[in-house]
């Protein structure tokens, strides 16, 4: 498998001299396969400029595009991502859905005339939508597997597996705990009722998910010192991603979705931070701090 990051950034794009190390675009990461078969995780404004590249290739696109969830960064970048626009070209897109919207209706309203000038159906590119639960399903020659995170909205982490190499994405995930979700508002039941079950440490569910994962993409958007006032948000700090690595047994950990109040001189301090902790803590698995353009060969 290869990896590459087009959107690092979480919340807010953060265009500007002072992010432009690990980059200002919202999520996006470009998977290949060894067949070179394409699968995306997330449309933010990184997704614009995996468009362009693909596009300059003037070869027609099949690929799969795995959202986690409809927060804006994470989907606000489908309308300029130009393949979708091109005839002969095919998406699927696949991701949750509630209640309260479908997977289409997703796109579809941002795509509204209201706030763009071209709707979902006036796209030249073939669109398909594979609504997902907590699943696996086979995606080009990999397994692709869904599961409920704990994040405001309807949120999944995603797992690739192919040819024994695997890949654990969980943009947006916050560390459960059963006495703050007795209070929170705006999670799904069904994410409380499935991370509340049992006595152990409920966020085992995601130790179990990444395990052994040659690649574990963690949200890292704060410091523990900022987690304190952000408890319900939705997100983590840097000290759950280690814990996830160790619990899991991963060999690389990759912190991701920075806060858009970090700049590059604070994300390196974070990273500067996980390494003495894995340092010290005698850990075995790799650190590394998202940056846009940076790849992953494995």
Not at 6 to 18: D, F, N, V
Not at 151 to 157: C, I, M, R, T, W
Request: proline share 4%; hydrophobic share 35%; charged share 25%.
């Amino acid at each position: 498998m290869k990896a590459r990051f087009w959107g690092t950034r979480g919340s807010l794009p953060t265009p500007g001299e002072k992010t432009v190390r690990y980059g200002g675009n919202t999520p996006c990461v470009e998977v290949r396969l060894q067949s070179n078969d394409l699968i995306i995780f997330d449309s933010g404004t990184g997704i614009r400029g995996l468009g362009d590249e693909l596009l300059a290739t003037g070869e027609s696109v099949k690929a799969y595009l795995a959202v986690t969830h409809p927060h804006w960064d994470h989907i606000q970048g489908f309308p300029f991502f130009k393949p979708a626009f091109i005839s002969g070209n095919e998406f699927t897109i696949i991701g949750p859905q509630s209640k309260s919207f479908t997977l289409r209706k997703m796109i579809s309203d941002m795509m509204n005339k209201v706030y763009f000038p071209v709707q979902l159906n006036e796209v030249k590119a073939k669109v398909n939508f594979r609504p997902m639960k907590e699943e696996s399903i086979q995606v080009f020659g990999a397994t692709l597997t869904a599961q409920y995170v704990n994040h405001p909205s309807v949120a999944f982490g995603y797992r690739l597996d192919a040819q024994g190499k695997s890949l654990v994405y969980i943009s947006d995930n916050e560390p459960f705990d059963r006495e703050v979700a007795k209070s929170v508002k705006n999670v799904e039941r069904i994410v409380i009722d499935k991370y509340s079950k049992g006595k152990g440490d409920p966020n085992q569910r995601v130790f179990d998910f990444a395990r052994d994962a040659d690649v574990l993409i963690h949200d890292s958007t704060y410091t523990p010192e900022e987690y304190v006032n952000h408890v319900g948000w939705g997100h983590s700090h840097y000290l759950f991603s280690l814990k996830v690595a160790r619990e899991a047994g991963v060999r690389k950990l990759v912190l991701f979705h920075h806060d858009h109040t970090h700049d590059d001189d604070k994300i390196d301090e974070i990273l500067d931070r996980c390494r003495w902790e894995i340092k010290t803590r005698g850990h075995k698995f790799e650190c590394v701090a998202a940056a846009e353009g940076m790849v992953i060969d494995w």
